[in-house]
């Protein structure tokens, strides 16, 4: 007794079937344990424009950084706090940085001025262009 190509083929497509969903179940397995591990895929770098030129203080404040422009030099630092991740402000009068969450301090050029952070901030690549956008962020 054979069976037909027609029916040899209906009875291997549950079995392709499942072995692809086995796969996929694998896949949906490995992927945390690899994440847990420490693999990462590496996030893609993001250009942010800048419409706008600099106040009088040379400070510009973004969602994500805050640019700096003064005595020629332009530079971004990151807003997320190395310590737990809260988000770091610019304190104008004082002239430094600081996260709200643990009061930790941190100069214009991003150096811990006062922990519990105990890394510097991460900087950003600047652009500066003549005409608009006057900044292109890298971050
Ligand atoms: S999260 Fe910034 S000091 Fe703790």
């Given at each position: 007794m054979s069976l037909s190509n027609t029916s040899r083929e209906?009875?291997?497509?549950?079995?392709?079937?499942?072995r692809m969903l086995l796969g996929l179940g694998l896949l949906a397995l490995i992927f945390p344990l690899l994440r847990f591990?420490?693999?990462?895929?590496?996030?893609?770098?993001?250009?942010?424009?800048?419409?706008?030129t600099a106040p009088a203080n040379g400070v510009l404040v973004h969602s994500?950084?805050?640019l700096?422009?003064?005595d020629g030099a332009s530079w971004a630092l990151t807003r997320k706090c190395t310590h737990l991740g809260c988000k770091v402000s610019y304190?104008?009068?004082g002239n430094y940085l600081e996260c709200p969450c643990h009061q930790s301090r941190f100069s214009p050029e991003g150096k811990v001025v006062n922990g519990p952070a105990k890394i510097d901030l991460v900087a950003y690549?600047?652009?500066?262009?003549?005409t608009a956008p006057y900044y292109v962020?890298?971050?």
């Open positions: 209906a009875a291997q497509k549950p079995r392709n079937n499942r591990v420490g693999f990462r895929v590496p996030a893609k770098p993001r250009k942010i424009e800048i419409n706008t994500d950084f805050i700096f422009d003064r304190h104008e009068q690549t600047v652009e500066k262009r003549d962020v890298t971050i």
